[in-house]
């Protein structure tokens, strides 16, 4: 409930809604109301009793006075101006020709009968607002009298003192209306709008003034002859229709100009949650209403509804969809919006509805998408109860539906790109297996830290965590079980740490911790001991108990390194000196990293080395053990410093693992590689070429398109190429590793597992890559003639790529007897010194041009040897 301005007043009235009531509201009208008839009282007994009243040449029938009164209040004009709507009546005319033509007691009671019952019928006022409306219209009417007789004085009825006597009246009339109704919306809602105060008094004013004049020459027309009434009331209608066209045409450009205001807010909204708010509040506002909601369905009977109702933001809950409900199956039967009226009465299960949610009125209207229904959008109860909802409003509601419908799937279409991005930004930054951040992710984090401390004047702490005989829980229970192993001690050291730590897995069983505001390496190493001894509590795997223990290297900035770079590879040094001597954690000492400097130095020269090509691909051929043909060759990188000589792989290909180098370093070869092997087919030489890669070059998600790209350059089919990368890497980190070699695979690019039987433990897991080849590791092949067991190894081996469809290369042949069993076995492939060491790319050329295939037989070895070395 809430009040309105007097019927006898001005011809303008304003309601804005309220949205809650406050403590007290109803109480201070109830007593403002009781004032206002004690004051009217006053006014009837000191004032308006002691005025002579006007004696007009004729009377006029109270009850024309009546009806003029209530015609007044019925037919009237709205103007919505935003969330308030302001009432334009003809109630001055009436007030004016009753100050002329009745007694104050006459006027007093035509007005309260005509206005009252306007009030009571068609506007259906009840309780605290119609009292305060008619106790506020006694207070008007004898204020407006006594003003009126005052100003008059003892002036003629139709003198000009008369007209401004009219005037005052009425504009006193309508001045203290507008103050009193805005009191009793303080009251009631406690808060004051005193800008909109303004606006109401200035333009009651302005149409007060006119309606007056309207009334003043209604008066001089009917004071001469009462049948010119006719006339004036013809002016008067046309007057009001006038009123009325105007109005509606300020409507429409109103809702015109909304609706391409709703049409930009919402385009410009792109996330669905600030789509749906900006959809809730404009709909509110173009239908001026109390209440908007959407209702979302999800899955099943469940949904989500979205309401804003009040000044505060937009409310979400969850909502149990009921099949039955009476508004769901009408917009679902019509297929578009739905209007319920507030006078509704032959609708006994919608009108149900409608109070079960406390709503006098609503439009619903469907949501789309794809085609079909989604959810509704619906507007409840005008803001004001003298205005109600209309077939304008619901064409005016679809169309803005339709709007929201396009609007909310665009929204959900940009959550869902962001949320892909998120996740691929996720995903390039974390561990795909624990989800904890990686290696990248760390080292940015350290940069930071190390920002920070650096401004500060504190240390940070970096710890490297290796995990002791991890290897074994593989090899028993295979890597399922390792994978639960490694994501619960992952879970326990996030456990132990401040929301300030980082952990991050680095690949494999290493991790990796990130200290930032650490007192000092005591502080740090105490901290160390702390998480080791949380990681060797024991665990429960696939029903077992297992127990793990750890080694911690510890660096610290600035004391060991002032960049992310030096401490990781400091903390490196610590780990490996803590395993070495079993004390299980270690710092960073000096004296014990004999090779930091120099291995520094010798990444910057490797570096330098890769720009300027100063590195070396060597070849070693690979030869078909049935044949004798070069089936292809291995490419090998050589180093011939420019100081210390021809330095082998083992010496720099670690400060390349170390140091970020790697995949600069495994380009440099493939392109190379690439270009002898194009050489070598234009040569009349079909051969493949393989080349080695590390598993910080299989979690490149951009490595498949670097080597699709390098394959389209050199112009040879994928086929051709093999790409090796051992079995103790690919079984560090077969997770992240597989995705690359899958994609990898579909170019048609060979995958080789170098080093085979040196680390590899799942069958299941050899299975589930896609994996051509298998190179049995040289240092079972080495001693297979003297010893038995790399003898059964070998075989073994042999029988297990063969049963699964593999190629068997056996690496470091390097006598006759080797290669006799090797054939008895039916070894596919083999490479060694027995053949050819790895040789630079002009004398492997000049080899291969002096090679001739031989078939190999227990008896032809010899020949064999010769055949292939012939030439070199």
């Known amino acids: 409930m809430q009040p309105s301005t007097p019927t006898t007043a001005p011809a303008y009235e304003s309601e804005t809604p309220v949205a809650s009531s406050r403590a007290g509201g109803s109480a201070g009208i109830v007593l403002c109301s009781i004032a206002l008839v004690l004051g009217a009282i006053l006014l009837w007994v000191g004032v308006v009793t002691h005025q002579h009243p006007v004696r007009p040449p004729f009377h006029i029938p109270w009850p024309v006075f009546a009806g003029l009164f209530a015609l007044s209040e019925i037919f009237v004009v709205h103007l919505h101006l935003k969330r308030e709507t302001h009432t334009l009546s003809l109630n001055e005319i009436p007030v004016v020709l009753g100050l002329f033509f009745l007694n104050p007691l006459r006027l007093l009671i035509v007005n309260a009968v005509g206005s009252g019952a306007a009030l009571v019928f068609h506007r259906r006022q009840r309780g605290i607002k119609l009292l305060f409306n008619l106790s506020m219209l006694c207070t008007e009417t004898l204020t407006g009298y006594a003003i009126f007789r005052i100003v008059l004085g003892n002036a003629q009825p139709l003198s000009p003192r008369a007209w401004l006597a009219a005037v005052c009246a009425t504009i006193t009339i309508d001045a203290m209306g507008a103050a009193l109704v805005t009191l009793a919306i303080f009251l009631y809602r406690g808060t004051f709008d005193g800008r ?38 013809a002016i008067a209608a046309a007057l009001f229709v006038s009123y009325r066209s105007y109005a509606a045409l300020h409507d429409r450009y109103r809702s015109l100009e909304l609706l391409q205001q709703f049409t930009r807010v919402v385009s410009g909204s792109l996330a669905s949650d600030d789509v749906t708010g900006a959809v809730l509040h404009e709909a509110r506002e173009l239908l001026r209403a109390e209440r908007a909601e959407i209702i979302l369905r999800g899955d099943g009977d469940t949904g989500m509804i979205v309401r804003l109702d009040g000044d505060g933001p937009p409310v979400r809950r969850d909502y149990d969809l009921d099949a039955d409900d009476v508004l769901w199956q009408r917009v679902l039967e019509r297929g578009e919006a739905v209007l319920v009226a507030r006078n509704l009465r032959d609708d006994d299960a ?63 279409l940009v959550d869902e790109l962001r949320f892909e991005a998120a996740e691929r930004e996720f995903q390039a930054l974390h561990d795909s297996l624990t989800g904890l951040p990686n290696r990248q992710s760390f080292s940015e984090h350290l940069d930071d830290a190390i920002a920070h401390a650096r401004a500060a004047g504190d240390s940070v702490a970096v710890l490297l965590l290796d995990l002791d005989r991890f290897k074994e829980v593989n090899d028993t229970l295979g890597h399922p079980s390792g994978d639960r192993l490694l994501c619960e001690v992952a879970a326990r050291l996030v456990g132990d740490l401040r929301e300030t730590d980082t952990v991050a897995r680095l690949g494999g069983d290493e991790f990796a911790l990130l200290l930032p505001a650490v007192a000092g390496p005591e502080v740090a190493r105490a ?11 024991p665990y429960a795997i696939g029903g077992l108990t297992l127990e793990v223990n750890g080694s911690i290297g510890i660096a610290m900035f600035p004391h060991h390194g002032q960049d992310a770079a030096t401490l990781l590879q400091r903390a490196d040094v610590a780990m490996y000196t803590a395993k070495d001597t079993h004390t299980s954690c270690q710092v960073y000492s000096p004296g014990r990293d004999h090779n930091s400097a120099e291995r520094l130095a010798l990444a910057a020269e ?26 292809g060759a291995e490419a090998l990188v050589r180093w011939n410093h420019p100081t210390r000589g021809m330095l082998p792989p083992d010496e720099f290909i670690p400060v390349a693992e170390h140091t970020g180098l790697i995949r600069p370093l495994t380009m440099y070869v493939l392109i190379a590689s690439l270009r002898r092997r194009a050489a070598w087919a234009e040569a009349g030489h079909n051969l493949s070429v393989s080349v080695n890669v590390s598993t910080r070059d299989l979690v490149d998600a951009d490595l498949p398109r670097k080597v699709a790209d390098l394959l389209v350059v050199a112009g040879m089919p994928a086929e051709a190429l093999t790409l090796e990368v051992t079995e103790s890497q690919l079984m560090s980190d077969p997770e992240r590793c597989s995705g690359v070699l899958r994609e990898l695979s579909a170019l048609g690019v060979k995958i080789a597992i170098d080093d085979f039987g040196t680390g590899f433990s799942s069958l299941v897991s050899l299975r589930s890559l896609p994996v051509d080849i298998i190179k049995v590791d040289k240092s079972f092949v080495l001693h297979m003639a003297t010893n038995d067991d790399d003898d059964a190894i070998v075989r073994s081996t042999i029988d297990l790529g063969r049963s699964l469809g593999l190629r068997v290369i056996a690496e470091g042949v390097e006598n006759e007897v080797t290669v006799q069993r090797l054939r008895s076995y039916a070894c596919h492939d083999m490479q060694g010194y027995f053949l050819s060491r790895p040789l630079p790319a002009d004398a492997f050329d000049a080899w291969l041009a002096g090679h001739e295939a031989a078939p190999i037989s227990d008896h032809n070895v010899v020949e064999f040897k010769r055949a292939v070395n012939e030439g070199r």
């Open 606 to 631: 490797l570096r330098e080395a890769i720009n300027n090509k100063h590195l070396e691909v060597y070849y070693q051929p690979v030869v078909d053990l049935s044949t004798g043909q070069v089936r």
């Open 350 to 412: 919608m009108r149900a509805r409608l109070d079960r949610d406390g709503i006098r009125e609503l439009i619903a209207a469907p949501l789309m998408a794809d085609s079909r229904i989604v959810g509704l959008l619906l507007v409840a109860d005008r803001f004001i109860e003298i205005d109600t909802f209309n077939g304008d409003d619901l064409r005016l509601f679809q169309t803005l539906a339709n709007h929201a419908s396009v609007s909310l799937q665009n929204g959900r």
């Open 527 to 537: 901290k160390a001991e702390e998480l080791l001894a949380g990681v060797a509590q």
């Open 196 to 233: 909109n105060a303004m606006f109401v008094v200035f333009s009651g004013v302005l149409f007060a003034l006119a309606n007056a004049s309207l009334g003043l020459l209604a008066v001089e027309v009917i004071w001469h002859d009462g049948r010119a009434a006719v006339l004036f009331t």
